[in-house]
T-cell receptor, first 112, second 111 residues
Framework: DAGVIQSPRHEVTEMGQEVTLRCKPISGHDYLFWYRQTMMRGLELLIYFNNNVPIDDSGMPEDRFSAKMPNASFSTLKIQPSEPRDSAVYFCASRDSKNIQYFGAGTRLSVL | EDQVTQSPEALRLQEGESSSLNCSYT??????LFWYRQDPGKGPEFLFTLYSAGEEKEKERLKATLTKKESFLHITAPKPEDSATYLC????????????FGTGTQLKVEL
């Protein structure tokens, strides 16, 4: 398996623009997680899905953030409108039956 | 409030100089403690899971141990390729399938 695949790897955008991050989980994994990593706050959980259904979105910072999982092999995290404080590395992870989360390589987002 | 604290924040070792990284936790109920390794520009990579006090897991030069209040990641005779940030995370009772991560220990092993 190719592992968790995220795109794009890098995204540079201007304040106010819409940003969409994409994730393809490992086939057969029924949980998908979105995290944000910054120097100040470390790795923070934003939202997670089980069988494509959002279970806990308490970590989503505000209404500008939304996430969807239309099927078992694809998820998106959208920020609209983006702000400079959203600059961070965003990770997607999927979980196997032994509760181990496997992370993608991340998307480095810079909002100017 | 559930907390995970890692120390030290950064550690510099000479090749072959063994040491330990600490992860202390204050949680309502532990359902698992996880160790991950993260290399620059990459996502965290799973190392170990520990579930109960007294449990130990080993992999090459790494050994993870768990007590009721903390976990240690022992690194024996480290090599430069062990340089990375080591993250611990906890899964807690009532927390569903969430992992709460510590801020990590940045390890550098020099020749």
């Amino acid at each position: 398996d190719a592992g968790v695949i995220q795109s794009p790897r890098h995204e540079v955008t201007e304040m106010g623009q819409e940003v969409t991050l994409r994730c393809k989980p490992i086939s057969g994994h029924d949980y998908l997680f979105w995290y944000r990593q910054t120097m100040m706050r470390g790795l923070e959980l934003l939202i997670y899905f089980n069988n494509n259904v959002p279970i806990d979105d308490s970590g989503m910072p505000e209404d500008r953030f939304s996430a969807k999982m239309p099927n078992a092999s694809f998820s998106t995290l959208k920020i609209q409108p983006s702000e400079p404080r959203d600059s961070a590395v965003y990770f997607c992870a999927s979980r196997d039956s032994k509760n181990i989360q496997y992370f993608g390589a991340g998307t480095r987002l810079s909002v100017l | 409030e559930d907390q995970v604290t890692q120390s030290p924040e950064a550690l510099r070792l000479q090749e072959g100089e063994s040491s330990s990284l600490n992860c202390s936790y204050t949680v309502s109920g532990l359902r698992g403690l996880f160790w991950y390794r993260q290399d620059p520009g990459k996502g965290p990579e799973f190392l170990f899971t520990l579930y109960s006090a007294g449990e130990e897991k080993e992999k090459e030069r790494l050994k993870a141990t768990l007590t009721k209040k903390e976990s240690f990641l022992h690194i024996t005779a480290p090599k430069p390729e062990d340089s990375a940030t080591y993250l611990c995370a906890v899964r807690i009772t009532g927390g569903g399938n969430k992992l709460t991560f510590g801020t990590g220990t940045q390890l550098k092993v020099e020749l």
